[in-house]
């Protein structure tokens, strides 16, 4: 995020593919082990492996817009995970 705030046209062409990850590492705080992390990590794995494509387009259309002020960029980041093999999705989790 440094280097985005700092040299936007360094980044500009770069689409952060998933901070879902992070995401419970931010809420635990301290909390956060490995071990938690791994289970979490598991766990989106497996969600993200079961869904088809209208539930990636649902989750894609929600979880972007939270995170990206560029509606275009949304439907970018949308009609590339729904064209994106769901197995292959998950397993890079």
């Given amino acids: 995020m440094y280097i985005g705030v700092r040299y936007p046209d360094l980044t500009r062409d770069i689409v952060c593919v998933s901070p879902a990850p992070f995401l419970p590492a931010q809420a635990r705080g301290n909390q956060m082990t490995a071990d938690s992390g791994r289970i979490i990590g598991l766990m989106i794995s497996k969600g ?20 990206m002020r560029n509606n275009s960029r949304v439907a970018q980041v949308t009609d590339m995970a729904v064209s994106s093999d769901p197995y292959t999705q998950g397993e890079v989790m």
Avoid: A, C, H, Y
């Fill in 48 to 67: 993200i492996i079961g869904e088809n494509p209208n539930q990636v387009w649902q989750n894609e259309k929600f979880v972007p817009s939270t995170m």
